[in-house]
């Protein structure tokens, strides 16, 4: 006798559609003659699948009236008084926190780095020392935009005390202003802390430039200082301009003395990169700063007043600033950095009392340039400082009226491992904050999937020059400082001497997964000529070794 197929055995997991064709097969069997026994069998569970089937059924249902009682519920919250349903929001955890609404109208980003250090000395100054190891940056960070066209920062960094932990703290707003046919990009306005816009290898971030320090010209750069500016610009070009006064992080003092005002710098930058491609770049920027000092200007801006104060050099851990114009020497001519208690205060007509310095301006030209995995980069700075020379002579302060200050560096880089640095260019459309820098490198055999990371080699040739010149050599003026009588030491007065140095950077970088890098650099000083306060120095050349481990988010 033939076995019939087993219903049941076909109704498990089965649809409402599939259970009435088996109950149409089954009813086919009975109609070509099947047995009568085996047909009251199937009857039965016919019935039962019936059943089965007017529950699914009232299941389905229920389902659909839950779906329907959810979609009212929403609408009735959208439309009720004050009421709006919680949009969706996309979240990544990829390189920090990241959390974004469907519209984009909201999002932040919660980030940070981490910066380790250690390195040692063959000849360290009077206040630096020979070795030493400890966190040269440690910071945490919040960024983002709301309504559409409002943003902001916020960082902080754990390595400073107090009000100098602050570094960023700024919020933007950005609209279309200009018709496409100028840029497709929306206009910039910023107010608060942030980096002046000068120098391209100052507003590179930290994470991101190629040595772990940067270059001696440095010393001739503006830091981040409070105010406001404007920028515009797109994909190969961008113009920024601001008015800027006070420094968390840079100045000694952010509050002007009894009875003084602040000082304001006014600064501009301007970019152009006429090939921007994913392994081709060609690059060219150009800076202005006007300084406009004060009678508190003295107390507050000493980097400005005395260059390499605050400069961000390739020994910076270990302390050992070789070359900085002495504090008998502030160009400002002010007492305060006079080592006699007693200096008299003068006032003269048409200039501030405390100070003989009327203006200062510094300028900057930039260029880089990458073609596969070569790339090089370049910039000049200066430094110019007019004052009143009778009050600059009545205070016993050196250098006349005009003084220049100068300081330059050329870097050259290779990929070993086939990464292009132009991959990492950002313009305006990319970085409207600090545009016409580099990003991390795209490394395209990352550890992570097997690969060895990307191995970079780089060197680097910087100069910066603090000594005015005068009618003398520097030689002379020290000589002059020590055993030379009136005459000699009236000719000596006649320049500024802050020192020169050359310097020739070798470095290794290994960057195994985006966010880690791991550098290590070698620092000779090719060329020292001493300050007038450290005749030491004259004529040494101390080497430095640094490493870096960094992580960033």
Wanted: hydrophobic letters at 35%.
């Amino acid at each position: 006798m033939t076995r019939q197929p087993n219903v049941q055995t076909i109704a498990k997991g089965a649809t409402p559609s599939k259970l009435l064709g088996g109950v149409a097969a089954i009813a086919l069997l009975g109609a070509f003659g099947a047995p009568t026994a085996a047909v009251a069998d199937t009857s039965s569970e016919i019935k039962a699948l019936k059943a089965e089937l007017k529950r699914l059924e009232h299941k389905l249902d229920e389902q659909a009236k839950a779906t329907h009682q959810v979609k009212n519920a929403l609408n009735s919250a959208k439309s009720a008084p004050g009421g709006n349903a919680p949009p969706p929001v996309f979240i990544s955890f990829k390189n920090g926190l990241y959390v974004e609404t469907e519209d984009k109208s909201f999002d932040f980003k919660i980030g940070g780095r981490i910066q380790a250090d250690g390195g040692f000395t063959s000849y360290p100054s009077a206040s630096g020392a020979r070795s030493n190891v400890g966190f040269r940056r440690a910071r945490l960070e919040v960024e983002g935009k709301a309504y559409k066209n409002w943003y902001y920062k916020f960082q902080y960094d754990f390595t400073g005390t107090g009000v100098t932990g602050i570094r960023d703290a700024f919020v933007a707003y950005r609209d279309r202003l200009l018709p496409e046919s100028i840029t497709k990009q929306p206009v910039t306005f910023q107010v608060g802390s942030q980096y002046e816009p000068f120098s391209m290898e100052t507003l590179n971030s930290s994470k991101h430039i190629t040595f772990i320090e940067r270059a001696l010209p440095g010393a001739l750069a503006p830091d981040r200082h409070v105010g406001a500016k404007i920028g515009l610009g797109d994909k190969q070009w961008s113009v920024q301009a601001g008015v800027f006064s006070t420094s968390f992080g840079q100045d000694s003092a952010q509050a002007p003395a009894v009875t003084g005002h602040q000082y304001w710098d006014l600064t501009t930058r301007v970019t152009y990169a006429p090939i921007v491609e994913e392994d081709k770049l060609l690059h060219f920027g150009g800076s202005f700063m006007f300084h406009k000092p004060n009678d508190s200007t003295a107390a507050q801006d000493p980097n400005n007043l005395l260059p390499g104060t605050g400069s961000r050099d390739e020994s910076d851990i270990l302390n050992n600033r070789y070359v900085v114009v002495p504090s008998a020497q502030a160009l400002t001519c002010s007492p305060v950095f006079k080592s006699a208690a007693g200096a008299a205060l003068l006032w003269t007509p048409g200039y501030l009392q405390n100070s003989c310095l009327k203006y200062s301006f510094n300028y900057n030209f930039e260029v880089a340039a990458s073609y596969g995995p070569v790339s090089l980069q370049g910039e000049y700075s200066g430094a110019h400082y007019e004052r009143d020379a009778g009050t600059a002579l009545a205070l016993g302060n050196n250098g006349g009226s005009s003084l220049n200050y100068s300081g330059y560096y050329v870097q050259g880089s290779v990929f070993l491992t086939g990464e292009s640095r132009a991959a990492s260019y950002k313009g305006y459309d990319k970085d409207w904050n600090t545009p016409g820098t580099f990003s991390d490198i795209v490394i395209l055999n990352p550890l992570s999937k097997g690969g060895l990371g990307a191995w970079e080699f780089a060197a680097r040739y910087s100069e910066l020059n603090l000594n005015n010149g005068g009618l003398v050599s520097g030689p002379y003026a020290y000589w002059a400082a020590v055993a030379g009588g009136a005459a000699d030491k009236a000719l000596a007065s006649t320049a500024t001497l802050g020192g020169r140095e050359e310097n020739l950077t070798l470095a290794l970088n290994w960057y195994p997964v985006k966010g880690v890098r791991f550098q290590a650099n070698w620092t000779r000083a090719m060329t020292l000529v001493a300050p007038s306060d450290k005749p030491y120095l004259n004529g040494q050349h101390p080497s430095t070794f640094l490493a870096r481990a960094q992580v960033f988010w």
